[in-house]
């Protein structure tokens, strides 16, 4: 579905920064390889903004999780039960 209005809802702007080293490459300088760079962007409607936010982690990627009580981000991710936030899936966002 296109995305029709920003009117509502929350845009994600995420710098993503990449590099892949050899793992069995004896013979390469450590960081040799130039880093790319990336813009991602992604968003949130209205109602989902409303309970739930983006956030990028080195390791798992990007995550959408639940705000914490009274619209501040949960500030321990180890300790989110997603099982508790679950959400019904709509064909509207």
């Known amino acids: 579905m296109p995305l029709r209005s920003f009117s ?3 845009l994600f702007q ?3 920064v990449s590099i892949s080293i050899a793992a069995s490459d004896d013979t390469a300088a450590p960081f040799d390889e130039k880093p790319e760079h ?3 962007h992604f968003w949130l409607c ?3 903004s409303g309970k739930m936010t983006l ?3 080195p390791v798992n990627g ?3 999780i639940p ?3 009274g619209g501040a981000e949960v500030s321990n991710l180890a300790d989110i039960s997603l099982a508790e936030y679950e959400m019904p899936q709509t ?3």
Request: net charge negative; charged share 25%.
């Open 38 to 40: 990336q813009t991602a």
């Open 14 to 16: 995420f710098e993503v």
């Open 8 to 10: 509502e809802g929350r």
């Open 62 to 64: 990007l995550r959408v």
């Open 67 to 69: 705000l914490g009580l």
């Open 55 to 57: 956030v990028l982690e």
């Open 91 to 93: 064909d509207s966002c």
């Open 46 to 48: 209205g109602p989902c």
